[in-house]
């Protein structure tokens, strides 16, 4: 319980924080910002998180999806409701927490096996 609230919690101010900056210094620091978060922020806590949450997988399904819903509503909210970009970032950042999530998953019961020989 205290992992998924803490990663909500991270997610709440990433996505909101984040987004909100680039809103504020409108211009080119706006738009450094935005591609910052876009391509190297976000991306890595949907590594980090889809890593943390497949070791326990049947626990933490849901933490990625819950960070993509937050980060897709966050996104609508401060930007253009509806821009269909935003759906298709949330939607890649979703498969990249999903795929480290399953990797994480499978690589501890390839270890867990691999312990056993």
Known sequence: MKKSLIFIGISLVLFLLCPWLTVLF???????????QFFIVNPL???????????????????????????????????????????????LYLAVGAVSMLGAHFGKQLSETRELN
């Open 26 to 36: 409108a211009g080119m620091n706006g738009m450094a910002i935005c591609l910052i």
């Open 45 to 91: 806590f949907f590594v980090i998180e889809g890593i943390l949450s497949g070791f326990t997988l049947k626990q933490y399904w849901w933490l990625p999806l819950a960070s993509a819903a937050i980060y897709l509503l966050s996104s609508w909210l401060l930007f253009d409701m509806g821009e269909s970009a935003f759906a298709v970032y949330a939607g």
